[in-house]
Structure formats: structure tokens, C-alpha cells
């Protein structure tokens, strides 16, 4: 079955206490992307990943790190979790880099969500 | 940064109504798309549209992308309480240093009432 697996899906920490949230897609996407929801703030981009050893800033990047070794893993890394941090992250893989014309819709797959709570 | 203004925030309804969801922004996009989210999932893609002044049609749901590709609509005739959930757009970066990004508006929560 086709889909992308995040790691944990739940996790309450304290601050300071390093942690990485795992993500494997298995239907050999390029593009791989994380995601925090917050409410009333809809999805914000943390990093991308255009391809392998590929990764670029999104728009609230600060606090996070990010690798891309092999095709299927794109781990978040947060080296020193403090509170507002806290929140829903989605890591989303895509056969090709959104933006690119049709007929490639570009298409993001999501997966479940990881819940982060930090204390 | 592109930012993406997405309205309303909030619609509460009753079974049968029509509904439009607006996206806005001053940046163009590359192409814009809508996504669906369901409580406890992650988005899924409802459609994506490419060409300015494009619509495109989902069963009752219609999409349209704006002449400039900077803004972009959705309409919902009769609505259905199957309906209900977060609606998402997200507009892909034109080129530059935007190539890769995907920004999101801030969602609409949709309630449809039988």
C-alpha cells in the first residue's frame, strides 16, 4: 500500500530534550516536505527536499533541522525543543516538485500527523 | 514569504445550501491546489489547477483559478453533510527562490447540518 509514515504519532517531551520525528514514503517521491499546523494558521512549511541531499528552508524553519540520506527518509530534527514548538507536524511526499505543469498535478501524499507536545 | 489569505475561516450551514471559499494573495502561483481534511488525517488532494481562468468540476464541487493565477475559488452546490471538514488551498512558488514552496492558507472549517 502506498503511503507516508510518520514517527511517533504522539509525543509529549520537555524542553531542551532533543527529539526526531521520522518519515518514510514508499512509492519513491522526489519532493518530500514538513508540515506544522496550528490553528487558524493552516499548514506552515518548515523544510523541503527536492531530491537526495537536497533540502531547502520553508517559511518557519528556525528550530529545526532536516535530512535527506536516501529517497524514502526525510527525519525532522528538533536539537532543543522548547514550547512553541508544540504542535501537529505533517511530513507529505510528491512524485515531483509542486509547481511543475501539467499534466504533473504535483500532488502531495500526507501522511497521518505527529502530535508534539512540549513542556 | 507568499502569503495566502483564505476566507472565511468558519462556515456553518444547512443541508442543501451553496457555499464559495475564496484564496488571495498578491503573489502569482505556478499552479494552486485544493486539499480536504478529515479529524486525525492528513490532507488529501481534492483537485489542482494550472492555467489562469481555469475551472475545473468534482461532482458538486467547482474550482477556479484566477486570470492572474493570484487568487482562486471554491463553490460547493448543495451541500451534503459529507461535506463537512477542513478545506485547505495551497498555492505552489513561481519559479526563483520560491520553486519547491507550497504555501497553505489558513483552512476553512466546514459544517454542513442535516
Known amino acids: 500500500e502506498a503511503q507516508v509514515t510518520q514517527n511517533p504519532r504522539y509525543l509529549i517531551t520537555v524542553t531542551g530534550k532533543k527529539l526526531t520525528v521520522t518519515c518514510s514514503q514508499n512509492?519513491?517521491?522526489?519532493?518530500m516536505s514538513w508540515y506544522r499546523q496550528d490553528p487558524g494558521l493552516g499548514l506552515r512549511q518548515i523544510y523541503y527536499?527536492?531530491?537526495?541531499?537536497?533540502?531547502d528552508k520553508g517559511d518557519v524553519p528556525e528550530g529545526y533541522k532536516v535530512s535527506r540520506k536516501e529517497k524514502r527518509n526525510f527525519p525532522l530534527i528538533l536539537e532543543s525543543p522548547s514550547p512553541n514548538q508544540t504542535s501537529l507536524y505533517f511530513c507529505?511526499?510528491?512524485?515531483?516538485?509542486?509547481?511543475?505543469?501539467?499534466?504533473?498535478?504535483?500532488?502531495?501524499?500526507f501522511g497521518e500527523g505527529s502530535r508534539l507536545t512540549v513542556l | 514569504t507568499q502569503l495566502l489569505e483564505q476566507s472565511p475561516q468558519f462556515l456553518s450551514i444547512q443541508e442543501g445550501e451553496n457555499l464559495t471559499v475564496y484564496c488571495n494573495s498578491s503573489s502569482v502561483f505556478s499552479s494552486l491546489q485544493w486539499y480536504r481534511q478529515e479529524p486525525g488525517e492528513g490532507p488529501v488532494l481534492l483537485v489542482t489547477v494550472v492555467t489562469g481562468g481555469e475551472v475545473k468540476k468534482l461532482k458538486r464541487l467547482t474550482f477556479q483559478f484566477g486570470d492572474a493565477r493570484k487568487d482562486s475559488s471554491l463553490h460547493i452546490t448543495a451541500a451534503q453533510p459529507g461535506d463537512t471538514g477542513l478545506y485547505l488551498c495551497?498555492?505552489?512558488?513561481?519559479?526563483?527562490?520560491?520553486?519547491?514552496?507550497?504555501?497553505f492558507g489558513q483552512g476553512t472549517i466546514l459544517t454542513v447540518h442535516p
Open positions: 495551497a498555492g505552489a512558488g513561481a519559479g526563483g527562490t520560491s520553486y519547491g514552496k507550497l504555501t
Open positions: 512509492m519513491n517521491h522526489e519532493y
Open positions: 527536499s527536492m531530491n537526495v541531499e537536497v533540502t
Open positions: 507529505a511526499s510528491s512524485y515531483e516538485t509542486p509547481g511543475i505543469a501539467a499534466p504533473n498535478t504535483g500532488e502531495l501524499f
